[in-house]
């Protein structure tokens, strides 16, 4: 009893300690973070190396994400962030980070490829939506393959409304609100672009305004189209809500005056 | 007597003099720097518009006197090489430690070399004590909450500059000219005015035989006036859902319509735009698009334009060389019962968004950082910024601060609505723009028509805007590269924990909406490019 005691007591002690030392080897990487965070490609290449922590999952799923964007951009840099992303994926299946390296191969080949691969990118994306659901980098990889079929070339106008509908429920399967948000956002976008209907508009513009943009220009867009929609629609009263959010909040914004005339003219109206 | 030996003395002497000047100029210096009791900070800008260095000067030496041990100094470079002298100074190492943003500093040189202050701004700025500003935090002092375009960066999400100023455009005028042709008469407040003022000051100057125009144009000032006359044409386009139904201007969307066809200029509104700008374009002098601002200011000044268009960044300079008085009115535009461009004008035009000036940015890794932004917090501070609005004449970046009678003209006219298109295109791209001021002398002058510009313009700009679109759609590439960077490395710190893990995540979810906004309008730009090779 004693013995098995001992045993686990050990074995806890030893995993809390290969623990503390990953978290110390992150947090080597502490100065990369900072710095690519800052966008400063050679600046965090440099800190990676200088960390020690260049061949944890972290330090290396870093490292392919700079290779990728390396300028000038060759063929054999991209090969080899490939290589990095692919190998990464298989050894850290069902993490976070393994989730991301499969999204950053689909990446490379819809943005940084010489010659982009959208089928192949799809599939990446469509993988890394699979196998991260209600991860980060799953809703990640779900939003941008929405936002991409949502303005396939080949769906007719008029096939657009049942297409933007359908897509419109993957919302639903985002579960960190902010990145739900910012798919409500990339369909209103298209949706406005290619001609979806208000009705089909509004739920998206009050989803967004529930979670609440972070920055105050998308802020302040969303409240004046919801605005114009709900009015549009016929719904006037309703549209005071949004105008007035907005009269609060951006007092020197230059549209102000044309909200504060509008909102005057609604009560006018409805005072009739 | 021999001359040339005599001569030969007075050159050696002379040479003799200014070297011993310099050396002892050089010697006191080096003496003063390394002096263990004075803490040198330098600050380096491109504003040699008369009255900036004085005020910069006034408000160091009321530091100086708040803090005996420090000395101040300003480093004044010409507009021209700014650019190259400030790169080669960040990468050099010898940089001051306050350096003007703007001319030269992109993204990339704001990361690389520049300090973020944004965690420093919550904090109300000590100077402030015993002020209208006290206890205020330092951001929520400036005009814009440090909110603005300029102020903030949103792609690297964070704050880096102290803004100094913001400006306005206006007409400046010659006061004494003005009394002598029109005695008291008030200056012009419609459309209508201004362009019977014009008239009346050609008339006037022809019967006299006076060497006169109206209005002194340039390749710099015209296009300030030209910008406003047309976006008064286009205002409606952007009222009237043009931006996505959000009443900004959408760059993408403006750009894809002018590449399908459904808008261009020879669409009505921007016909419209291009008949007013010529409409008032007559008032310059032949070729005046191949004038500079310096041309610009110099005939001015000698009396021989009654008016010039420009910002209030100018103002010090007028107020100093011109030898009369200079005062500015906001250039009128035409209102919506206007018989001939009233029809798509929907009213005045707001500058209630009338940005601040990016300002001063602290460098660094340089010695006594934390000196330099003392200053900027004393020079933005209340005191600070009466002192140096009232020797520049510049309006003040601080709210709180007495507006001096010489600043009136200049104060951002908060009644209107948003302005219309640019009639230039910048934001479309370098192409774009480039074409337009290659046709523009087909617009203007006696030769100029509407029918003219427009018929030559058509091809060239079909090809510039797909150009650019092109472009725009390589650079969004690029840019979706550092955000995949920036989205990585913020996840990751994020996900690390520790005290910078929550500031991390704000950030994180900050870029991810410009990343989704930016993906959307990529793949928007890539079918818009099919649909056109696909024509």
């Known amino acids: ?272 | 007597v021999n001359w040339e030996r005599i001569s030969n003395y007075i050159g050696f002497s002379l040479l003799a003099l200014c070297f011993g000047i310099a050396l002892v100029r050089v010697v006191t210096r080096t003496q003063a720097e390394i002096d263990p009791n004075t803490t040198i900070i330098r600050f380096a800008h491109w504003q040699l518009e008369p009255g900036f260095r004085e005020a910069m000067d006034e408000v160091s030496r009321a530091y100086m006197r708040k803090h005996p041990n420090v000395r101040v100094e300003q480093l004044a470079v010409p507009e021209r090489i700014y650019p190259t002298w400030l790169r080669t100074q960040l990468v050099g190492g010898n940089a001051p430690q306050i350096i003007a943003i703007g001319s030269g500093v992109n993204d990339e040189i704001l990361a690389r070399f520049f300090m973020p202050i944004t965690d420093l701004v919550d904090d109300p700025n000590p100077y402030n004590e015993g002020s209208v500003l006290e206890g205020i935090p330092w951001r929520d002092t400036f005009l814009d909450g440090l909110a603005g375009p300029n102020t903030y960066n949103s792609t690297l999400m964070e704050n880096y500059g102290v803004p100094t100023s913001l400006f306005t455009i206006r007409v400046f005028y010659n006061v004494e000219l003005w009394r002598e042709i029109f005695g008291d008469r008030p200056v012009p407040r419609t459309y209508e005015e201004f362009v019977q003022v014009s008239e009346e000051t050609e008339r006037w100057a022809r019967q006299r035989n006076r060497s006169l125009v109206p209005i002194y144009g340039s390749r710099y000032n015209s296009p300030l006036l030209m910008e406003r006359l047309f976006g008064s044409q286009t205002q409606s386009l952007v009222l009237q859902g043009f931006g996505l139904r959000s009443m900004r201007l959408s760059t993408f969307d403006i750009h894809a319509k002018m590449l399908r066809g459904e808008l261009g200029f020879h669409t009505s509104e921007f016909a419209s735009g291009l008949e007013i700008m010529r409409d008032v374009t007559r008032f310059m002098q032949d070729g005046f698009l191949q004038q500079g601002r310096e041309e610009a200011t110099l005939y001015f000044v000698q009396q021989r334009a009654l008016m010039v268009v420009t910002g209030g960044w100018d103002a010090g300079s007028f107020r100093i060389q011109a030898p009369f008085e200079v005062r500015a009115f906001p250039l009128p535009l035409p209102s919506r019962q206007h018989e001939r461009f009233g029809r798509y004008v929907r009213g005045p035009q707001t500058e209630l968004d009338a940005g601040l000036t990016a300002g001063w940015g602290l460098v660094r890794g340089v010695q006594h950082s934390e000196v330099a932004l003392d200053f900027l917090r004393f020079f933005s501070s209340h005191e600070g910024s009466s002192i140096f609005s009232r020797v520049s004449g510049w309006l003040p970046a601080i709210s709180g601060i007495e507006i001096q009678p010489v600043q009136k003209d200049f104060v951002p006219n908060e009644d209107g609505y948003p302005g219309g298109i640019n009639p230039f295109l910048p934001v479309l791209g370098g192409n774009s723009r480039r074409v337009v001021e290659e046709h523009l002398h087909r617009l203007v002058g006696p030769a100029g028509s509407v029918e003219r510009f427009i018929s030559s313009i058509e091809s060239d700009l079909a090809r510039a805007l797909v150009q650019d679109m092109r472009l725009r759609e390589i650079n969004s590439a690029r840019q979706a590269g550092r955000l995949d960077l920036q989205v990585t490395a913020l996840f990751l710190q994020r996900a690390a924990g520790g005290p910078k893990s929550a500031a991390a995540g704000r950030k994180l979810y900050e870029a991810l909406e410009g990343y989704m906004s930016a993906e959307t309008d990529r793949t928007a730009m890539a079918r818009v490019l099919q649909e056109i090779s696909a024509r």
Do not use: C
């Open chain 1, 1 to 272: 009893m004693q013995i098995a005691a001992t045993t686990v007591g050990m074995i806890a002690a030893a995993a809390f300690s290969a623990a503390s030392m990953y978290a110390e080897t992150v947090r080597g990487l502490g100065e990369a973070f900072e710095l690519g965070a800052s966008g400063l490609v050679r600046e965090t290449e440099i800190a990676i190396e200088q960390s020690g922590a260049e061949e944890s999952p972290e330090g290396r799923l870093l490292s392919a994400v700079l290779l990728i964007q390396r300028q000038p951009r060759t063929q054999s840099n991209l090969n080899r962030a490939d290589a990095i992303l692919e190998r990464l994926s298989a050894e850290t299946v069902g993490t976070e980070i393994g989730v991301a390296a499969v999204y950053f191969r689909g990446r490379l080949r819809h943005v940084h490829a010489i010659t982009p691969d959208m089928e192949a990118a799809m599939a990446f994306y469509r993988d890394a939506a699979r196998l991260g659901q209600g991860g980060f980098w799953g809703d990640m990889a779900l939003s941008l393959l929405t936002a991409v079929e949502i303005q396939d070339l080949s769906i007719s106008r008029e096939a657009f409304a049942g297409r933007f509908e359908e897509l419109g429920k993957r919302t639903g399967q985002i579960s960190d609100p902010q990145l739900r948000k910012n798919l409500h956002m990339s369909l209103v976008l298209s949706g406005m672009r290619y001609g979806a209907s208000d009705e089909a508009l509004l739920p998206h513009l009050e989803a967004i305004l529930e979670i609440g943009p972070v920055r105050r220009a998308n802020e302040s867009d969303t409240l004046i189209r919801t605005g114009q929609i709900l009015e549009s629609l016929g719904r006037f009263e309703d549209s005071l809500v949004p105008y007035q959010r907005f009269l609060e909040r951006f007092p020197r914004d230059n549209r102000f005056n044309v909200i504060r005339a509008r909102v005057t003219e609604i009560k006018g109206g409805l005072s009739q």
